[in-house]
């Protein structure tokens, strides 16, 4: 029988990440902050942890979803946290997007007292995490990374389930994924702006573009929710802003210029100011719309 898998933070990734490793027959022992969503993972099969400590206690395998370097920080460090009661050998599963130096420090905390812990940020949003399709880039430790893997393909793409290398490394690759993404989106949506104001169809504009070079996930479906005005969230606009908060401190610590992230990082600044921190990141495009001085009357807010 599978081992059993702890899962602490059961939001809009965590909770259907948690009952894909259900439905994937390993026991999941779950908590959260909020009683609701391991209400949800219960129903369908899981136990309940009282504490992040509790989940320690129960489970040698334990994965985290949480939205910052300090939730991490205060799950494992905290009072009742999983350092306090965590079991030899324990392998944690870090899949939140934070900072890589606290990621790297975390990493040697584990290690000092006999665990190990694996960087493993994710990618493909709440569709990829309901889908089972997450792509996850990993850092640390080869053996464990090889020892956990099945609890990955639970999770994600078995063929998008990449070690990128030691500690921190899959910190820095989701930081690298974000940086991508906020350029093409900023793109498509300046593209978008320019058809609309030339008087051309924009939905046939991102028709031929998918058609040719400029294909993209980021065309073939924030295209579609700009297009649509649909700003729900799949992934929240504020989180979002925490990555490129993220992104830009990496940026600065390597030494790294990146003038076009400093630029997406000014603009969803900007869309979080304008009270659209809950939307969807695609809605990016309102700050553009706005600077073109188009309205946006399909957006759902």
Do not use: W
């Not at 949800?40 to 992040?52: C, I, L, Q």
């Not at 169809?201 to 579609?224: I, M, N, Q, T």
């Not at 939307?279 to 946006?296: E, P, R």
Request: proline share 6%; with cysteine; net charge neutral.
């Amino acid at each position: 029988m599978p081992q059993t898998v702890g899962f602490i933070g059961l939001g809009l990734m965590g909770k259907p990440m948690a009952k894909n490793l259900l439905k994937r027959g390993f026991p999941v022992v779950g908590h959260s902050r909020s009683p609701g969503p391991v209400d949800d993972v219960v129903a369908a099969g899981a136990s309940r942890a009282s504490s992040p400590a509790d989940v320690a206690r129960q489970a040698t395998r334990i994965v985290t979803m949480l939205p910052d370097s300090p939730d991490v920080e205060r799950v494992l460090e905290g009072p009742d946290g999983v350092f306090s009661a965590m079991q030899p050998g324990t392998i944690l599963i870090d899949c939140s997007s934070i900072s890589p130096a606290v990621t790297q420090r975390l990493a040697r905390a584990a290690r000092e007292r006999g665990a190990t812990l694996l960087d493993a940020p994710v990618s493909g949003g709440e569709i990829g995490a309901v889908g089972g399709t997450l792509s996850i880039m990993v850092g640390g430790d080869a053996g464990a990374f090889a020892e956990v893997k099945p609890i990955f393909e639970a999770m994600g793409n078995p063929e998008r389930i990449v070690r990128i290398g030691e500690s921190g490394a899959g910190q820095i690759c989701k930081v690298c994924n974000q940086m991508v993404i906020g350029g093409t989106l900023v793109a498509v949506s300046e593209a978008f702006a320019l058809a609309r104001k030339a008087g051309v169809d924009a939905g046939k504009v991102r028709e031929a573009l998918l058609g040719g070079f400029a294909a993209s996930r980021v065309l073939e479906v924030h295209g579609e929710r700009i297009l649509n005005g649909n700003y729900k969230p799949g992934f929240r606009s504020q989180l979002y802003g925490k990555d490129y908060r993220v992104a830009s401190e990496t940026l600065a610590a390597h030494g790294t210029p990146a003038p076009l992230a400093a630029l997406v990082h000014s603009l969803v600044t900007a869309l979080i100011a304008a009270g659209r921190g809950a939307d969807d990141y695609s809605a990016l495009a309102t700050v553009v719309f706005d600077l073109a001085g188009l309205s946006h009357p399909l957006s759902s807010s």
